[in-house]
């Protein structure tokens, strides 16, 4: 618990500063972390017997984050396509040398650019919103609480386990109290954030806050899938108490999107 708390103490006024600068720093730091998270996915699959493009999932996933910072979300669509073609052709290529599963390997490689780069750089989307740094700073935050108070809640009062395969550990009562502790300091945050800037209202950061709280959590669930496949407990070892970047963005990378598509309707 010590080294948990001693790098949450480093990491979040960094990650709070980032995303108050925004702009190019925010872009490096979302690009380091995705390509991370991308390394990781590819050593989780590696487990398995598997062999997506590594160096394409890493670089693909930079150059997804680079693309919505420098295109739109339309335009950065043509980099994704390029990628998919790129990776075809690499899988081709690995057949012809002998690789019999190179197709199943085409198919985490493509799945790898969608899920973490694609999905992931909606939290560059996010943040060019106007507003856009009121709305990073709801999100975010809504899933750290959304966790703490799920551990809290499941600690206290779990009795019904919510995916046994998946997740033993995790419990409905767990996941009924994520939602309240989401629904509540989003709405707290929405009224902090908006006596600031008048960018968001309490009703709003509630209402983000429930839907972050309610799926969000699929996020940490699918990652778990992925390693209870690998039989890894974690992503890695990056970061000492935590694991790795993938089991720290899991939930992160539902929130970006979900927060994108909620802002459009709501602001």
């Known amino acids: 618990m010590s080294k948990r708390l001693i790098v949450a103490i480093i990491l979040v006024p960094i990650g709070a500063g980032l995303i108050a600068v925004g702009g190019l ?5 979302a690009s380091l972390v995705l390509g991370l998270a991308a390394w990781e996915f590819d050593r989780l699959f590696r487990m398995t017997g598997l062999c ?24 950065s669509a043509a980099v994704l396509s390029l990628l998919v073609l790129a990776a075809m052709a690499v899988h081709l290529v690995d057949f012809e040398r002998g690789r019999d599963r190179a197709a ?5 490689t493509v799945a790898g650019l969608l899920y973490i780069g694609w999905i992931g750089a909606y939290l560059i989307s996010l943040r060019q919103l106007p507003d856009g740094k009121w709305w990073v700073l709801t999100i975010l935050p809504a899933v750290w ?18 995916a046994p395969r998946i ?11 994520g939602i309240l502790g989401a629904t509540l300091f989003g709405a707290l945050l929405g009224g902090l954030w908006g006596a600031v800037s008048h960018a968001i209202t309490p009703w709003v950061g509630g209402l983000s806050g429930l839907a972050i709280g309610l799926l969000s959590p699929l996020g940490d669930l699918g990652e778990s899938m992925i390693k209870r496949q690998a039989s890894v407990k974690d992503s890695s070892q990056l970061i000492p108490g935590h694991g790795g970047v993938f089991d720290r963005i899991d939930s992160w990378l539902w929130a970006g999107v979900i927060g994108y598509y909620l802002a459009l309707v709501l602001h």
Do not use: C, N, Q
Request: charge should be positive; charged fraction near 15%; glycine fraction near 12%.
């Open 25 to 29: 720093p925010y872009a490096l730091a």
């Open 52 to 75: 997506p493009s590594r160096w394409l999932l890493i670089g693909g996933s930079a150059a997804l984050v680079f693309s919505r910072y420098f295109l739109d979300l339309r335009d």
């Open 167 to 177: 997740s033993p550990r995790k419990t409905w009562e767990g996941f009924a109290g």
């Open 145 to 162: 609480l959304a966790d703490a108070s799920a551990m809290v809640f499941g600690i206290t009062w779990g009795k019904h386990i919510l």
């Open 104 to 108: 199943t390997d085409f198919g985490v």
